[in-house]
């Protein structure tokens, strides 16, 4: 009964975008704990789904599980399978179980993941896409230091590996502009443990900018929220957005350490469809990591997003190059604490 409840409730909150007659789709996304508007992971990788849907006419529908469950998550997938879905897309680390649950229940359908992998061995409807966050998080750190900032933050969601990539990596990124320009920065350095704004963030925020901490990278889903109200509060603060351009969202955003979720989803439906709704066989059961080489990561570019008043874009360019050819390498270890010099890292608990 509780499971059929469960089925009930996801299937009233889906959402369909040009369904057909009979109230079907081809493609579903199913979101972790946030919705398709959070500004961050699940809408970045939700505008793939449409952008896909729409040019190519193929009908797609979102799904919210009804709590933050793998069980709820699950039943989300199923009900989505069960109103035709062709391949489900599925943004977040919290789907590893979700995924690893249903794949070979389901062998007719194309699974892609994003920012994680079944937990256990993907199957071969499964195709996982994991990101580089060292590389976007050190794109940042660099190019803060290098517009002249040097009262730094890093507040983190949960401490899990794609967050601790950013983390670590801004750190490297910080380290090699100071030493480039012979300053020594501070960085208060924590995580909130949650995804979630909440309050006590908030708090903890307005005491960073009270101190006077310039720029926090905020990273990970709706935290930002907390720390861009205590920017405002403070008069003076700024925030560095993560996951897809958040420049939008404040003109205290100076920039943003971005994976190209957008047109991962993009490209890997278009492999798909392309091979007849099946995954290609170089895409079966594969963990493909995107990184710098790829285009997968990077700041934004744009002419209103590009908020940088000293850190020139040909200087980013080049930066980026040096990622792309290999000749700048970024340390992924999420194990160990990056080694500093001269940049002060404060990790609070």
């Given at each position: 009964m509780k499971k059929l409840l469960a089925l009930v409730m996801v299937l009233a909150l889906a959402l369909p975008f040009g369904a057909l007659a009979a109230d079907t789709y081809e493609i579903a996304l199913v979101t972790d704990v946030g919705n398709i508007d959070d500004k961050s992971f699940n809408q970045a990788s939700w505008e793939g789904v449409v952008a896909f849907g729409e040019a190519n006419n193929v009908t797609h529908a979102y799904y919210r599980p009804s709590e933050d469950s793998t069980d709820a998550r699950v039943e989300s997938m199923k009900a989505a399978i069960a109103k035709g879905a062709k391949v489900v897309v599925l943004p977040g680390y919290l789907f590893a179980d979700a995924v690893a649950a249903v794949q070979n229940e389901y062998p007719e359908v194309s699974f892609i993941v994003l920012d994680t992998a079944p937990a256990g061995e993907a199957a071969k409807n499964t195709y996982s896409v994991l990101y580089h966050e060292e590389q976007a998080g050190y794109l940042a750190g660099y190019a803060i230091v290098k517009d002249g900032y040097t009262k730094l933050g890093f507040l983190g969601?949960?401490?899990?590996?794609?967050?601790?990539?950013?983390?670590?990596?801004?750190?490297?990124?910080?380290?090699?502009?100071?030493?480039?320009?012979?300053?020594?920065?501070?960085?208060?350095?924590?995580?909130?443990?949650?995804?979630?704004?909440?309050?006590?963030?908030?708090?903890?925020?307005?005491?960073?900018?009270?101190?006077?901490?310039?720029?926090?990278?905020?990273?990970?889903?709706?935290?930002?929220?907390?720390?861009?109200?205590?920017?405002?509060?403070?008069?003076?603060?700024?925030?560095?957005?993560?996951?897809?351009?958040?420049?939008?969202?404040?003109?205290?955003?100076?920039?943003?350490?971005?994976?190209?979720?957008?047109?991962?989803?993009?490209?890997?439906?278009?492999?798909?469809?392309?091979?007849?709704?099946?995954?290609?066989?170089?895409?079966?059961?594969?963990?493909?990591?995107?990184?710098?080489?790829?285009?997968?990561?990077?700041?934004?570019?744009?002419?209103?997003?590009?908020?940088?008043?000293?850190?020139?874009?040909?200087?980013?360019?080049?930066?980026?190059?040096?990622?792309?050819?290999?000749?700048?390498?970024?340390?992924?270890?999420?194990?160990?604490?990056?080694?500093?010099?001269?940049?002060?890292?404060?990790?609070?608990?």
């Open positions: 969601g949960m401490a899990v590996p794609a967050v601790v990539r950013f983390g670590y990596g801004f750190v490297q990124g910080v380290e090699a502009a100071a030493k480039e320009l012979g300053v020594e920065p501070e960085i208060k350095y924590w995580y909130a443990d949650t995804f979630s704004p909440n309050d006590d963030i908030k708090t903890k925020m307005n005491a960073w900018y009270t101190e006077g901490t310039e720029v926090v990278f905020a990273c990970g889903g709706g935290i930002y929220l907390s720390a861009l109200a205590a920017a405002e509060e403070s008069g003076h603060g700024k925030l560095i957005g993560v996951d897809k351009d958040q420049a939008f969202e404040s003109e205290l955003i100076v920039t943003s350490a971005m994976k190209n979720l957008t047109g991962s989803v993009v490209q890997a439906l278009t492999r798909i469809y392309e091979n007849g709704g099946k995954l290609p066989e170089d895409m079966q059961g594969v963990v493909a990591n995107l990184g710098a080489a790829d285009d997968g990561v990077g700041l934004p570019t744009a002419e209103g997003s590009w908020r940088f008043a000293k850190y020139t874009l040909d200087e980013y360019n080049a930066l980026y190059a040096q990622l792309k050819d290999g000749s700048v390498v970024v340390s992924a270890d999420t194990d160990n604490q990056p080694a500093v010099e001269i940049t002060k890292v404060d990790y609070q608990n």
